[in-house]
């Protein structure tokens, strides 16, 4: 029987074709539909480079709410920066330290499963 797949990398980081028209920096936060990962290069436009997707990091953060270990956050790409808020954002991580509402920044970990999860009576 033929393989149904083959190995090609371990995914914690990936090569990224930049399709857009702007160089994207090492550093940046790069949304990918569903995930985010983080230019470990620069990446000019139409070029290729690394981008992790995993790992914990260290991200601008919105400074009028407090984020809790094992919070869910996401991208929000118009303000660049982390926030708890889902609409208008792409999935990040989890909150991995604690975060005072006054705080600039937030250490997420990215390349994890977002989990969702309701209590029923």
Not at 25 to 32: A, F, I, R, S, T
Not at 40 to 62: C, K, N, P, Q, R
């Amino acid at each position: 029987m033929a393989r149904q797949a083959m190995p090609v990398q371990t995914g914690k980081v990936i090569d990224y074709i930049n399709s857009g028209e702007t160089k994207i920096n090492v550093g940046d936060v790069v949304p990918l539909i569903s995930l985010c990962g983080i230019a470990e290069t620069d990446i000019e436009a139409g070029a290729s480079g690394a981008v992790a997707l995993y790992g914990v990091w260290e991200f601008t953060a919105e400074t009028s709410v407090a984020f809790e270990v094992g919070d869910i956050v996401y991208w929000d790409a118009a303000n660049n920066h982390v926030t708890k808020t889902a609409a208008g954002g792409v999935f990040l991580g989890i909150v991995v330290a604690p975060k005072a509402a006054s705080a600039a920044l937030a250490r997420c970990k990215i390349g994890v499963a977002a989990v969702s999860s309701s209590a029923s009576a």
